[in-house]
């Protein structure tokens, strides 16, 4: 069964050049579609189903794809190249100690999210130590209005990416967002650029995601540091606020790492009054 975010097929999709066909099929595999077979990958891709098998079998050959009867998946290629990648991503690598300091201060799961065109791609996400449901996962992709941390990559987007997101109201998981909603998500817009962290909107059930900004020296932004805690009942909202504390030390000490030397904005008191204040905020309280 072809997954309903799967590319439709079109006149063009049988145009791709030989040379992009591989990357094209490999594309299509991701966490929340990790098989395919090749009829699904034919109709998906609009590839003709001979040709498509002879990429599939290329890919197979260099080990980028392993076949399980008729299932197609990743393979030990693919695997060593994102090893390869991982470990060659120095923002990562110089942020990673901290995300693993600060999992261990709050117990709560602790993403690293980057900006990649009008997208939030999750890079790294460290789950919570207890066993729980993860809300986000290593490769996921959300638009830009879709959670907190997507919000906050947002706030501090090049200006052409926020017109265009604002402008369309597209930037929902469900796609376009309703008229009325949108003056809520310019708040929380506003408030994710004064205080520097963003908060659930709208919260998913038995969740709730906080995110901040880390910079690097010239002050652009490289990513968005997330925390998903799991929101037990009748808490108010001041009480996130060690949780959040911690996270704002936290995005400030990568940021320091990156060199950025500026005064930090980050305010978790204010952000948490705003939060109260807001009546239309009051049903994402847990």
């Known amino acids: 069964m072809i997954p309903e975010d799967a590319p439709s097929?079109?006149?063009?999709?049988?145009?791709?050049?030989?040379?992009?066909?591989?990357?094209?099929?490999?594309?299509?595999?991701?966490?929340?579609?990790?098989?395919?077979?090749?009829?699904?990958?034919?109709?998906?891709?609009?590839?003709?189903?001979?040709?498509?098998?002879?990429?599939?079998?290329?890919?197979?050959?260099?080990?980028?794809?392993?076949?399980?009867?008729?299932?197609?998946?990743?393979?030990?290629?693919?695997?060593?190249?994102?090893?390869?990648?991982?470990?060659?991503?120095?923002?990562?690598?110089?942020?990673?100690?901290?995300?693993?300091?600060?999992?261990?201060?709050?117990?709560?799961?602790?993403s690293w999210a980057v900006l990649d065109g009008d997208e939030c791609v999750y890079v790294e996400v460290l789950p919570a130590a207890r066993d729980q449901k993860e809300a986000v996962h290593p490769g996921l992709r959300v638009p830009l209005l879709a959670d907190p941390s997507a919000r906050i990559l947002l706030a501090f987007?090049?200006?052409?990416?926020?017109?265009?997101?604002?402008?369309?109201?597209?930037?929902?998981?469900?796609?376009?967002?309703?008229?009325?909603?949108?003056?809520?998500?310019?708040?929380?817009?506003?408030?994710?650029?004064?205080?520097?962290l963003a908060g659930p909107f709208p919260a998913e059930k038995g969740t709730l995601q906080f995110a901040a900004p880390v910079f690097r020296a010239n002050g652009s932004l490289v990513a968005a540091l997330g925390m998903v805690c799991v929101a037990a009942p009748d808490i108010p909202w001041p009480e996130y606020k060690t949780e959040l504390d911690a996270l704002n030390i936290a995005a400030r000490k990568i940021s320091q790492g990156f060199g950025y030397e500026r005064e930090w904005s980050g305010d978790p008191e204010f952000f948490l009054q705003i939060l109260q204040s807001m009546p239309m905020l009051s049903i994402l309280q847990p």
């Open 9 to 110: 097929p079109t006149r063009e999709a049988v145009d791709i050049p030989t040379q992009e066909r591989p990357l094209v099929l490999l594309k299509f595999f991701t966490p929340k579609q990790p098989t395919w077979t090749l009829t699904q990958l034919a109709r998906a891709s609009g590839l003709p189903k001979a040709s498509c098998l002879r990429v599939l079998r290329v890919l197979e050959k260099y080990e980028f794809l392993q076949r399980d009867g008729d299932l197609y998946r990743l393979g030990m290629g693919a695997l060593t190249l994102g090893t390869y990648a991982q470990h060659h991503a120095p923002p990562r690598n110089t942020a990673l100690p901290h995300l693993e300091r600060l999992r261990g201060q709050v117990a709560h799961t602790i």
């Open 157 to 196: 987007a090049p200006r052409d990416v926020r017109q265009a997101v604002f402008r369309s109201g597209t930037g929902t998981v469900e796609g376009a967002m309703p008229s009325r909603t949108m003056p809520l998500i310019e708040t929380l817009d506003s408030v994710a650029r004064k205080t520097w």
